[in-house]
């Protein structure tokens, strides 16, 4: 069975082992839409309620509040929830153990359908004016009550329908058919011309943990560096990638904190002195030093962090493979900030 997220609830599932084949997988849900759920997320009281929508029959399932200390256990609860939604269409308990044989354990690609999608947007947008059961994990009523609606794509209207006409038909799982999926297309190569110095001009300054004497200097030396390097960086985003004027703002901005406001704080430090910064700077000081910092903006943060990397690949000052290795440290920065975060308020309400 196939979940794929939009890419703002992926950290949900971190806990859920990744398709090994992003492509593959793909191909698996075109093939294979029963066994095949979009998901999204909404707040309701800073908890997360956890919408999942079956690609076929657009079949609801709503779990609620999916945090970091229950996400280990999210492939059974939304077992659970799959079992519960199908006992709710009229579904009998042979039949779903039938299903849940054939779709295999549970693991977790990227959203894709557009359709399933605005679907899931729909419901998650119909949801938040609907009373949570906060003593329930799987909202039920809610599930009843989200399955009813009418659905103008589904030949019959309604998912509940749409579900008890799937159960009609054989239940099997069919060999992939990687025909369904449309050409990749070819990634061009973006040209970046190094306007500024070699970090290594900095290199011998690394050791230095703290202040010393010169520091003021050194430092404006690389501040200045860096408004070369991020002038780069805009026309990259803007030029080479075709992002709009707010978006390159947003992340000239992003990593003009991090470069400036992080790396050059108290210690000389560039993008390359050590790739684990990233993480630090967003699983740590984003969450524990910024003042009201949301967990959007942390995520925004990572992503800026990741076209930056991805810019300076572009300039060949890191490899693909220190790329890789950051873009993972980035990812992994980004579920901990989020984390520290929740744990945060959650003391500041305690407190």
């Known amino acids: 069975?196939?979940?794929?997220?939009?890419?703002?609830?992926?950290?949900?599932?971190?806990?859920?082992?990744?398709?090994?084949?992003?492509?593959?997988?793909?191909?698996?849900?075109?093939?294979?839409?029963?066994?095949?759920?979009?998901?999204?997320?909404?707040?309701?009281?800073?908890?997360?309620?956890?919408?999942?929508?079956?690609?076929?029959?657009?079949?609801?399932?709503?779990?609620?509040?999916?945090?970091?200390?229950?996400?280990?256990?999210?492939?059974?609860?939304?077992?659970?929830?799959?079992?519960?939604?199908?006992?709710?269409?009229?579904?009998?308990?042979?039949?779903?153990?039938?299903?849940?044989?054939?779709?295999?354990?549970?693991?977790?690609?990227?959203?894709?359908?557009?359709?399933?999608?605005?679907?899931?947007?729909?419901?998650?947008?119909?949801?938040?004016?609907?009373?949570?059961?906060?003593?329930?994990?799987?909202?039920?009523?809610?599930?009843?009550?989200l399955a009813e609606i009418p659905v103008q794509s589904l030949p019959l209207h309604f998912s509940e329908l749409a579900l008890k006409e799937a159960f009609s038909q054989p239940l099997v799982c069919l060999p992939v058919n990687e025909s369904l999926l449309p050409e990749p297309k070819k990634k061009e190569e973006i040209q970046v011309e190094v306007t500024w110095q070699p970090f290594s001009t900095w290199k011998k300054y690394e050791k230095e943990e703290d202040w010393f004497t010169g520091y003021e200097d050194i430092s404006q030396q690389v501040v200045e560096n860096n408004e070369q390097v991020l002038e780069a960086?805009?026309?990259?985003?803007?030029?080479?990638?075709?992002?709009?004027?707010?978006?390159?703002?947003?992340?000239?901005?992003?990593?003009?904190?991090?470069?400036?406001?992080?790396?050059?704080?108290?210690?000389?430090?560039?993008?390359?002195?050590?790739?684990?910064?990233?993480?630090?700077?967003?699983?740590?000081?984003?969450?524990?030093?910024?003042?009201?910092?949301s967990e959007a903006e942390i995520k925004r943060m990572g992503a800026s962090l990741k076209k930056l990397y991805e810019f300076l690949a572009a300039a060949n000052v890191i490899s693909p493979k220190e790329l890789k290795e950051v873009k993972e440290e980035i990812t992994h920065g980004v579920e901990f900030g989020v984390f520290s975060l929740e744990l945060k308020e959650d003391f500041s309400d305690f407190w």
């Not at 004027?245 to 210690?267: C, D, E, P, T």
Request: net charge positive; with cysteine.
């Open 1 to 145: 069975m196939i979940i794929n997220p939009t890419k703002k609830t992926q950290p949900l599932f971190s806990a859920i082992p990744k398709v090994q084949d992003a492509r593959q997988a793909k191909a698996f849900s075109l093939t294979n839409p029963f066994f095949s759920w979009h998901a999204n997320y909404f707040n309701v009281n800073r908890k997360k309620i956890l919408v999942l929508v079956n690609d076929l029959t657009l079949t609801p399932v709503v779990i609620y509040d999916v945090n970091a200390k229950n996400k280990a256990m999210l492939a059974e609860v939304i077992v659970a929830g799959i079992q519960a939604a199908f006992k709710l269409g009229g579904i009998s308990e042979d039949e779903i153990q039938r299903y849940l044989a054939l779709a295999g354990e549970i693991e977790v690609n990227g959203g894709f359908n557009r359709q399933v999608t605005s679907v899931t947007t729909m419901f998650v947008q119909m949801a938040t004016v609907v009373p949570i059961d906060v003593t329930q994990q799987i909202q039920k009523p809610l599930m009843k009550w």
């Open 233 to 293: 960086f805009s026309h990259y985003l803007s030029d080479g990638l075709g992002l709009s004027k707010k978006v390159v703002q947003r992340h000239r901005s992003n990593a003009a904190f991090y470069m400036n406001g992080f790396l050059v704080y108290s210690s000389i430090r560039t993008v390359v002195t050590d790739l684990s910064d990233a993480n630090k700077f967003i699983s740590d000081f984003c969450p524990l030093k910024i003042l009201g910092v």
